[in-house]
């Protein structure tokens, strides 16, 4: 059984940067992936960015490479996301999960999930 908490969101401006953290409990095997989604109001849970446990070997949703970097660290079971360049577009509840089996932008391949933390973008 893994933990997810995330933590970071907030209210910021245009232009802003913000880093979420997720932090996890329980065992996180080398060939697990952590995935970064995100969902705005009305809208479907979307793929941010995924990273692989053991490697550290990253993926991005193309309309975010650039502007978002996914990042982890071992030693604190805790992954990070760095948003830089922040717009209105951004808003939404941003959801950490793991998937065991490998490399996947579909939500329903990851196993765990944290209970989300709020990111809201103002113009």
């Known amino acids: 059984q893994i933990q997810l908490v995330e933590s970071g969101g907030g209210l910021v401006q245009t232009g802003d940067s913000l880093r979420l953290s997720c932090a996890a409990s329980g065992r996180a095997y080398s060939s697990s992936v952590m995935g970064w989604f995100r969902q705005a109001p009305g809208k479907e849970r979307e793929f941010v960015a995924q990273?692989?446990?053991?490697?550290?070997?990253?993926h991005y949703a193309d309309s975010l490479k650039g502007r978002f970097t996914i990042s982890r660290d071992k030693s604190k079971n805790t992954v990070y996301l760095q948003m830089d360049n922040l717009k209105p577009e951004d808003t939404a509840v941003y959801y950490c999960a793991v998937n065991r089996n490998g490399f996947s932008i579909t939500p329903s391949d990851y196993d765990y999930w944290g209970q989300g933390t709020q990111v809201t973008v103002s113009s």
């Open positions: 990273i692989r446990w053991g490697a550290g070997t990253t």
